[in-house]
């Protein structure tokens, strides 16, 4: 069966949801506070200013002048500044002059300086309700990733001598039973000990349709029971369960930074500097050439010019793009390893995939069983049965699953695997060959037929060195193959199918789904050399698989999509994004998530850009006021960041 791994190293970076910040150099930590909270000293700063500017303008006084007025203005400025100052400071110590927090404090303490008081309060007042929004959004981002998979119960309910006892899950061991009632969540991976189990998987998949799992299949921790009270044996460790593993891959995911990300960080870093002595230009150079130079008023349009330049629209509304990208992912059973896979799958020209297990179910049937009349057509398949129960291929279940019982009694001797080739055995003095048509050849097995006519695999059967005749094997086409193809050919990307199956089995499935090039009867090497062939044209692979044993192949293309993370442990841990419901439709549904998080990404890149840019020359050249500068920083702040927070609500 073709599989699919990723032995790109991923770097293993922990980089928890709690108390994270906002990812653009806050240290603080606003995890504990409610909303109320985050905007109190917004609501005491505003109210103060908005007494204070009524008091300037409205209801003049004389006691609201002098000293009394700038200790008014400083009482409305602290709640708001104190924080940001602080940060300013705590950034030099770590030897981070230029941060956006050192922007805004010289602007508003400058601005105090030239006497703008209300101004420097509104300022940062602004920024600071700014920022608290930003705060909001990104927890919200990230607490909805962390909603959708943390679905672990703290307890759980444990046999223990045939009573019920709740105890926390982390310290059940394995071998413990679990008593799941109807509508609880199971805390641990484990096998079903019940007859049967309807239970809801969404968390784990995506998908909302229920699963009906029977004795003996292995049941996940965050499955919800939906019916019965069922009994699960624990099978894995709470620590190691596979919702654990995937919880921990999106909490890291955020580690693995996009290109664009990490462009926007370094380029912040060059240009706050750069915007700083710009600003000290603006204030001081004007005095060599302008003939009524005064000082205050250049001072005061290089302080507007500071409060434009501040980055953080970029430094936020960028990585709470890739966080909403990768929540939409996590929303579809569709696991990103990093934000950086994101935009690696907006650009994929080409999506390579294997056959069985990915567009194909990975389960054979048999679909026709054809011997010649001379034979007993039962007694033969009791004796292939039989043969076929000394292997562990899916061709020896399929015919089990088609004949039934394993007749023990019949006396069988002499067994042997010919590698290859199929099965090899002696029942009641005769030998009997079960396996492909080059068995046949090499125990010179005359047939009448031509298998390369016949569609499905064949599997040839031969008694007393004569041709009894063969049986059709096939794998049956996923429910949304077609419309994956269908798609992706929307989504003007190019499929090629590759396979180890026989090419007339490949050739069958790829003409059913209308895929563009597909190759079969192909080695490991084979696969390489076929994806290497595409590399060669500069363009971008996608390797789909669903396992371990291809990782030749992705190591080669950009992006390893896995199928069936539920099903793999080496999956989840290598493959860069992972599909946990086996459904090869979600691949160009990645791909579109893919793409919308670029292009949002992209709208916010531009839209910082220009009316900074435009407000910058407005600014410089004395056009553009503090409230103009409080529109590009904090206004474009916030538009962006409704503009990121979109693709959290969008259907793909």
Known sequence: ????????????????????????????????????????PAVISFVLLMIGVSLDNYIKTEWFTGWVRIVWYSAAYIPVGLPVLREAYESIIKGDVFSEFFLMGIATIGAFVIAQYPEGVAVMLFYAVGEVFQTLAVTRAKSNIKSLLDQRPDEVTVLKGGQPQIVKAETVGIGEIIQLKSGEKLGLDGELLSETASFNTAALTGESKPDTKTK?????????????????????????????????????ATAQKAPTELFIRKFAKVYTPIVVLLAIAIALLPYFFVADYQFKDWLYRALVFLVISCPCALVISIPLGYFGGIGAGSRNGILFKGSNFLDALAKIQNVVMDKTGTMTEGVFKVQEVDFKPEFDKNEILKLVNLLESQSTHPVATAIHEYVGEIDHSIPMENVEEIAGHGLKATINGKDLLVGNFKMMDRFNIQYDIN????????????????????????DTIKNDAQLTINKLKALNIKSTMLSGDKSSVVKYVADTLGIQNAYGDLLPEDKVNKVKAIKAKNETVAFVGDGVNDAPVVALSDVGIAMGGLGSDATIETADVVIQDDMPSKIPMAINIGRKTKQIVWQNITLAFVVKGIVLILGAGGLATMWEAVFADVGVSLIAILNAVRIQRMKF
């Open 451 to 474: 298998p390369d006519n016949i569609v499905y695999t064949l599997i040839a059967v031969a008694y007393d060195n004569k041709f009894v005749g063969y049986l059709t094997i096939a």
């Open 216 to 252: 003996g299949d292995a049941v996940l921790a965050g499955m919800i029971n939906l019916n019965t009270v069922s009994q699960v044996k624990v099978t894995t460790a709470y620590q190691d369960s596979k919702l654990s593993k995937i919880l921990e891959l999106v909490q890291n």
């Open 1 to 40: 069966m073709e599989e699919c791994c990723n032995t790109k190293p991923q770097k293993k970076e922990h980089n928890h949801f709690e108390g994270d910040g906002h990812d653009h150099g806050h240290s603080h930590d606003t995890s504990d506070k409610t909303t109320f909270q985050l905007f109190l």
